[in-house]
């Protein structure tokens, strides 16, 4: 048993990634982002803080009906990165069912990624 379980952690440490690993220094991101960009960053928080609600990468419907899919909203005529981060910096604008604050050190990040949702027409 204990031979067993030693085997085991030796297995399982051979797995592990380190900093000169060229696999984790190149990883990218499921919208094919390299780690730690803004666009990675955004394409993260909005997975993790948005996808309840929004459709946070090309599909057009979310999972609530009332909230705009981020390529809806990405696509809307004249909205600039600037325009799109002055909205998001400003709380008082989002609607009421919308109950939590974008963290001002993610608003850029955020903007960066859906920017990379407009369609090309």
């Given at each position: 048993?204990?031979?067993?379980?030693?085997?085991?952690?030796?297995m399982l440490a051979?797995?592990?990634?380190?900093?000169?690993?060229p696999v984790s220094?190149?990883?990218?991101?499921?919208?094919?982002?390299?780690?730690?960009?803004?666009?990675?960053?955004?394409?993260?928080?909005?997975?993790?803080?948005?996808?309840?609600?929004?459709?946070?990468?090309?599909?057009?419907?979310?999972?609530?009906?009332?909230?705009?899919?981020?390529?809806?909203?990405?696509?809307?005529?004249?909205?600039?990165?600037?325009?799109?981060?002055?909205?998001?910096?400003?709380?008082?604008?989002?609607?009421?069912?919308?109950?939590?604050?974008?963290?001002?050190?993610?608003?850029?990040?955020?903007?960066?990624?859906?920017?990379?949702?407009?369609?090309?027409?």
């Amino acid at each position: 048993m204990r031979v067993t379980a030693c085997l085991m952690a030796l297995m399982l440490a051979g797995c592990q990634s380190t900093a000169s690993d060229p696999v984790s220094s190149t990883a990218v991101s499921a919208g094919g982002f390299k780690k730690d960009t803004p666009e990675w960053r955004g394409e993260k928080f909005a997975n993790n803080r948005c996808a309840r609600c929004h459709s946070v990468g090309f599909a057009e419907t979310s999972p609530l009906s009332n909230a705009p899919s981020f390529s809806e909203i990405a696509n809307t005529r004249d909205l600039t990165a600037a325009s799109l981060a002055e909205w998001m910096k400003s709380h008082e604008n989002y609607p009421d069912e919308m109950y939590f604050q974008i963290p001002e050190e993610h608003i850029d990040d955020v903007v960066a990624y859906m920017i990379t949702l407009r369609r090309p027409d």
